[in-house]
């Protein structure tokens, strides 16, 4: 029984050992296998997760930044300030970055705010000078004009996209002063006639890179000048019609003095003559001093006058008084239509009467014995209008728009008769008192001048 039981133990190792033998590597080979499933199980799911998670933080960070994009795209689509971003993120690194953009955009409004007050005072600057200002590029194309540049030539466009000067002034002058400019990028300086007879100081000055090698374009000033051309040939004209007005008459005396002093023999009739005609001469030199320093006081503002209202009743009556018989001893009829007493002209009662004095005056130098200078009166609601209409030679419509100009005189045959600045006297004087003076006439009819004041 013994001897049987060791060898059931011996053989039940032995069947345990074989077992073992037999089991162990399906034992160990499943263990390994399911332990690979596993890890592959994990694995997968670790991915997952990881991969949701970086999903999620990848879709927040997106929408962040679009956000921000957003934000950054309106900085120059928008005109308007650009507003800070409150929005808060979750994102460390993004809301450093939402707060250095809101520290740009602070800046870059500050800035562009900066800008453009600059550029609204520029461009007051620009429009207040009396200058005309052109600014092109390097390639002739206009990218600023100002408001006295606009005026000067009468330019109509609002936008100057695209255009060339060349198109917009057409004037080779100007253009060639342009071009020497952009070619040697030296400063060009010239003299301008215009074609509607202004003339302009034109100043081209190079817009030179911070390099100074590169010319980007060309500053092109114009200064009218056009006003001291007209004075100096005003001036050259008055100093040319004084000497001819003071020649005559002065060529006169010496040749009648000269006469008198040589020929002590000459009758006593002949001698009274030249002296009459002495006086005639010193009389119309006095005139024509006269007529330039009250003229030269009406235009330099001089003048103190006293504004009153006047009455055009009393008007009438003074200016009959003054030149009845004037008209009478000439045949010349002269005739006052009736003034409402009631109505009054706010004036200064010399300076009116100095007007229809030098009125009546040449209205009676130019008609015949025979003819007629009527004084007219007519009213409205806001204005009284006088006339002084005649019958007399008339003037040709081609001098009419020169009569009130200084030493005008409309035919030689003329020349002799007053000094030409009796209508010149009258026009400043109708300025001065806020009036209107305009003439009519007609070759052999007769001329109506009228002259409109304010009611009171």
């Known amino acids: 029984m013994k001897h049987f039981f060791n060898i059931d133990v011996k053989f039940l190792k032995q069947c345990l050992f074989i077992g073992v033998l037999i089991l162990l590597p399906q034992i160990l080979a499943e263990l390994v296998f399911n332990r690979i ?32 994009s957003d934000k950054v795209e309106s900085l120059y689509l928008e005109r308007s300030e650009f507003k800070n971003i409150t929005r808060r993120f979750e994102d460390r690194y993004v809301q450093n970055l939402s707060r250095r953009f809101n520290d740009l955009a602070e800046h870059l409004n500050h800035t ?19 200058d005309g200002v052109i600014v092109l590029d390097k390639d002739g194309v206009i990218s600023l004009v100002n408001q006295s540049a606009l005026i000067s030539f009468e330019i109509k466009l609002e936008s100057f996209a695209g255009v060339k000067f060349i198109e917009l002034v057409r ?47 060309v500053l092109i000033t114009f200064h009218d000048i056009s006003r001291f051309r007209r004075l100096e040939n005003t001036r050259r004209e008055f100093v040319a019609n004084v000497s001819h007005e003071l020649r005559n008459p002065l060529a006169g005396i010496k040749a009648l003095t000269e006469t008198l002093e040589n020929f002590d023999d000459l009758e006593k009739n002949v001698r009274k003559e030249f002296i009459d005609r002495i006086n005639e001469d010193v009389n119309r030199m006095t005139n024509l001093i006269n007529d330039l320093l009250e003229l030269s006081k009406l235009e330099s503002g001089q003048i103190k006058i006293n504004i009153m209202p006047i009455e055009t009743v009393l008007l009438f009556k003074s200016l009959n008084k003054s030149f009845s018989k004037k008209y009478s ?64 030679i008339g003037i040709d419509k081609e ?40 003439i009519n006439s007609e070759i052999g009819v007769g001329t109506n001048v009228e002259v409109v004041f304010k009611k009171i």
């Open 37 to 68: 499933i596993w890890n592959i199980l994990f694995s997968v799911f670790s991915t997952a997760l990881i991969a949701g998670y970086m999903y999620y933080l990848f879709n927040r960070v997106k929408r962040d930044v679009e956000y921000i």
């Open 112 to 130: 562009v705010d900066n800008l453009s007050k600059e550029k609204t005072k520029l461009a007051a600057v620009l429009d207040t000078m009396v």
């Open 171 to 217: 004037d080779h002058e100007i253009q060639k002063l342009v071009d020497q400019s952009l070619k040697n990028a030296e400063i060009s300086v010239g003299e301008v006639e215009m074609s509607n007879g202004g003339f302009f100081n034109v100043l081209a000055i190079p817009l030179l890179s911070m390099d100074k090698l590169i010319n980007e374009g």
């Open 329 to 392: 001893e000439r045949g010349v009829s002269l005739d006052f239509e009736p003034a409402n007493p009631s109505h009054r002209i706010l004036a200064e009662f010399g300076m009116l009467t100095q007007i229809f004095t030098n009125l009546l005056e040449n209205s009676l130098r130019f008609t015949r014995k025979g003819n007629f200078v009527k004084v007219s009166y007519k009213e409205n609601n806001e204005t009284i209008s006088i006339g002084v209409t005649d019958n007399g």
């Open 399 to 438: 001098h009419l728009p020169h009569v009130f100009e200084r030493f005008y005189k409309v035919e030689r045959s003329r020349s002799d008769v007053g000094t030409g600045l009796g209508l010149s006297i009258v026009k400043h004087i109708v300025g001065y008192l806020n009036g209107e003076v305009s």
